[in-house]
């Protein structure tokens, strides 16, 4: 959370893979240092992103007027994001997310949920309907992820649970995939509760 209490995108994400996560970071205050598959994952985005490559990644996407590294705030959900790209047409706007790893046999609900959050900030912040976004993954394939009113909940649930743990301190469950915790900051300290 930031000086103002608001998450950031990425506290969605993090959600969305263990809610441990948020117990961790702003209930016992444990810190939230990157793994090395982050810090990778980190410089392979800006590599992606990198205004040289942007051209090319989106070129096979609706050629309409785009925005890119937007900052938006959501004051009626409490959160912030910054969003890849936005392509602009009229009263509608749509988000691109870019991923620096392959499409994935099935959409992970992460990604989901980061797109869906940054939708709800472009409807809310830029007044312009978002009926779809797009992730864009490095092999060049891309997601069309439609955003559904049940979508937006889900995700205004999760911020609502993410602000239940921190109020009461509670200890959620763990992620319900194992595989997960391989790769978590947390693992040591979650195994000892």
Known sequence: ????????????????????????RYCIKAGKEKTPKMNKGQELHESFTDK???TKIV???????????????SRK???????????????KAYPIEFKYSLKP?????THKYQLVAQAMAIE????KIVPYGYIKYVDGSTARVSITQK?????ANILLEMEDIIRFERLPKET???KRCNSCFYINLCRRL
């Open 124 to 127: 809310e912040e830029l007044g």
């Open 151 to 155: 979508l937006k909940e889900k995700v």
């Open 59 to 73: 070129r096979k996407l609706p050629r309409l007027p785009k925005r890119y590294s937007v900052r938006l705030s």
């Open 176 to 178: 319900s995939s194992k």
């Open 52 to 54: 040289s490559k942007r």
């Open 1 to 24: 959370m930031d000086k103002e209490g608001y998450f950031s995108a990425r506290d969605i994400v993090d959600y969305a893979y263990c809610p441990r996560t948020i117990y961790f």
């Open 105 to 109: 046999k099935y959409l992970y609900n």
């Open 77 to 91: 959900y409490h959160f912030n994001t910054m969003v890849d790209c936005i392509i602009l047409d009229n009263s």
